[in-house]
């Protein structure tokens, strides 16, 4: 198996890894701020958006793909913060398996 080639040259976001708050809010929700785990270089691609309606609201997601450097604590759910913005973690894979980097596959919500 062929693996992935990135320039790392191209890794040229930088980004804030956080995962998510672990408090209560008491209705079967979390509450509180998203801790940090690392600040971290990354490519942001942009892939799609996609006009919405969600509880009356009008939603623009837009799905991104992040490539990273290899990292065994990422997971889903997580989320990279990129000026000011929330791309949550949909999916990660090791794209050919190699432990050279990840792929995320994130969705951000915009109003």
Sequence with gaps: MAGISVDPGRLNARLTLETPPDTDD????????????????????????????????????????????????????????????????RAVRDPDESRRYLVCDCEENRP
């Design 26 to 89: 008491g209705q079967g929700g979390i509450a509180g701020a998203w801790p940090f785990v690392a600040a971290l270089w990354a490519r942001i691609e942009p892939l799609r958006a996609v006009s919405a309606e969600a509880a009356g609201a009008d939603l623009a997601p837009v799905t991104h793909r992040v490539t990273i450097r290899y990292r065994d604590d990422v997971r889903h759910a997580m989320r990279f913060v990129y000026r000011g913005r929330a791309l949550l973690i």
